[in-house]
């Protein structure tokens, strides 16, 4: 059984960074994809950056392109989120998800809020 644990976020003024982690256990995580998602209240939930696990390749949303970065541990099972210069608009529920073969798994989600 597949399980993602988000943590990370919290309350942060508008400039300021955050760092999240997911922790993932239960699979085999040297292949497939790792994902952050986020979701804004009254929004769809939209992908916000990707890497491959294996390769290490990255894309990300224009929205977030030169002030997020998406890192893994593979040793660890861990993926990372480090956002920079944070808006008011990147305030949302931040998912974590795991696409594994033809599987999908996702995190229960961490608020990040940034006031302005």
């Known amino acids: 059984q597949v399980q993602l644990v988000e943590s990370g976020g919290g309350l942060v003024q508008a400039g300021g960074s955050l760092r999240l982690s997911c922790a993932a256990s239960?699979?085999?995580?040297?292949?497939?994809?790792m994902r952050w998602y986020r979701q804004a209240p009254g929004k769809e939930r939209d992908a916000v950056a990707q890497?491959?696990?294996?390769?290490?390749?990255?894309s990300y949303a224009d929205s977030v392109k030169g002030r997020f970065t998406i890192t893994r541990d593979n040793a660890k099972n861990t993926l990372y989120l480090q956002m920079n210069s944070l808006k008011p608009e990147d305030t949302a529920i931040y998912y974590c998800?795991?696409?594994?073969?033809?599987?999908?798994?996702w995190g229960q989600g961490t608020q990040v809020t940034v006031s302005s």
């Open positions: 239960g699979g085999t995580f040297s292949s497939g994809f």
């Open positions: 890497i491959g696990w294996r390769s290490g390749s990255t």
């Open positions: 998800n795991a696409a594994l073969g033809t599987s999908d798994y």
